[in-house]
């Protein structure tokens, strides 16, 4: 039986796990708010940034499922521990700016530290803290706070890195400023974080044990697959938002001082804000999934909006609001997607191994998307017509909210009548 954890400590355990969530992923994910300084302290193409990106997506995809496996047999809080500090001491290496190819095995490592013992380690520590009815606020507040703490850590390190004297030695700050902080951030779950113990079924000897039924009796649920569905449709789009990041920098001409900021407010601030919102709003409609496929509308209606916005100088307010808007539908959206798991009816004690599915279909672009990306920009750099690659990123990012629309009506429907048998089965 689960163990019910006083409040203080329940409160205290999201907090902690937030705090590391919202740190862990910001050394390999720094491209989304120095796309630019970044290609030039690296000295890379878009494309190679995007290869970096995409070493990181290969080596999470095969990662997911197990560490999904992983978070149902030990302690989350180890499993966060190692991860925070693991990926610190990884950063310390980025700082150093090796060579190219000693980036792509530096990405490869942050994949081991942010997915396999990190990722479901945090969704399972985060369901155990409520019943069905909680998850979404849970969720939203995880999220939520992910965000926030992003905001905050992000812009330090847009402080740490205007201080320097040119872009290799901003860099080399904001990489240094982040492994420290992960480092100490995992020294302080070590010591504040109750010790869980994972849930032992009763014919099993031992907690550590690998159970292939378990495994199979979730891939068997297709409902867990369209919870991947609605992820892979609303992370994909998220990639092709990252343009947005050059596209301030090459179609408004802004500074790189000024993109990073208005990065962290479209990146971790609409995460923040979106999260929160879409938490309590979703547990006060009594579904996620149904919350979910009404932002996926959002999405579509105001990425649309990107292709009719003037690229000069006075329109620089209307594609801030712009994005404002589409990214509380965005990340509202994102910060769902494990808060389906107790709606679509999985069994607390299989909650890592379900994530770790969700997480699998969700996460698969990471493989290719951010190496696609970069080559649809670079087919359009230096000709007349540079912020083509842009667009069509954007007509991307379009596409991909719509068939968000079309699996949230699906798994809507296929839930509904799933909750209808299961209450039928009960005599209810």
């Known amino acids: ?37 970044l290609q030039n302290a690296t000295g890379s193409t878009m494309t190679q940034l995007g290869l970096l990106m995409s070493a990181y997506g290969v080596v999470n995809f095969i990662c997911y499922f197990p560490g999904g496996i992983l978070a149902d047999k030990f302690s989350c809080k180890s499993l966060i521990v190692f991860s925070c500090i693991g990926t610190g001491l990884t950063g310390l290496w ?35 803290l409520g019943d069905a009815s909680e998850q979404g606020t849970l969720f939203g507040l995880l999220e939520g ?98 343009a947005m990041t050059g596209y301030m920098s090459v179609g408004y001409g802004l500074s790189d001082t000024l993109v990073g900021n208005l990065n962290v407010v479209r990146t971790y601030g609409m995460m923040a804000v979106g999260a929160f919102l879409a938490g309590f709003v979703a547990d006060r409609i009594g579904s996620r999934i149904r919350f979910m496929k009404y932002a996926f509308i959002g999405m579509t209606i105001f990425g649309s909006v990107y292709l009719l916005i003037p690229t000069h100088g006075a329109a620089v307010p209307l594609v801030v609001l712009n994005f404002v808007v589409f990214g509380l539908s965005l990340y509202s959206i994102k910060a769902l997607y494990f808060s389906t798991i107790d709606e679509v009816l999985v069994p607390k004690r299989l909650a890592g191994t379900a994530s770790g599915i969700i997480s699998l279909v969700t996460y698969f672009p990471e493989i290719f998307l951010y190496t696609v ?23 991307a990012m379009i596409v991909l909210s719509a068939l968000g629309v079309v699996c949230g009506f699906i798994l809507h429907k296929s839930n509904q009548k799933a909750l209808a048998a299961a209450k039928a089965a009960e005599g209810v």
Request: charge should be positive; aromatic fraction near 12%; hydrophobic fraction near 50%.
């Open 1 to 37: 039986m689960e163990r019910k954890q006083s409040a203080s400590s329940k409160w205290l355990t999201l907090f902690l796990v937030a705090l590391a969530g919202g740190l862990v992923t910001k050394l390999p994910y720094l491209r989304e708010t120095y796309m630019v300084p």
């Open 94 to 128: 980025f700082w150093t700016m090796p060579g190219f190819v000693w980036l792509v095995v530096i990405h490869a490592i942050f994949a081991v530290t942010t997915v396999f013992t990190f990722w479901a380690a945090m969704v399972k520590a985060v369901n155990r």
């Open 145 to 242: 706070g992910r965000g926030l703490i992003g905001t905050i850590v992000a812009f330090g390190s847009v402080a740490a890195f205007d201080i320097a004297a040119d872009q290799i030695g901003g860099m080399k700050n904001a990489i240094l400023y982040y492994s420290v902080l992960n480092i100490a951030v995992g020294v302080l779950i070590q010591f504040l974080m109750i010790n869980d113990k994972p849930e032992k079924k009763e014919n099993v000897k031992s907690g550590n044990t690998f159970n292939r039924s378990d495994v199979i009796e979730v891939l068997k649920m297709p409902r867990v697959w369209l919870c991947g569905a609605l992820g892979i449709c609303n992370y994909s789009a998220l990639i092709f938002h990252g």
């Open 373 to 395: 990306q970069g080559k649809m920009i670079d087919q359009y750099a230096g000709t007349a017509t540079p912020l083509k690659g842009y667009q069509n990123c954007f007509i």
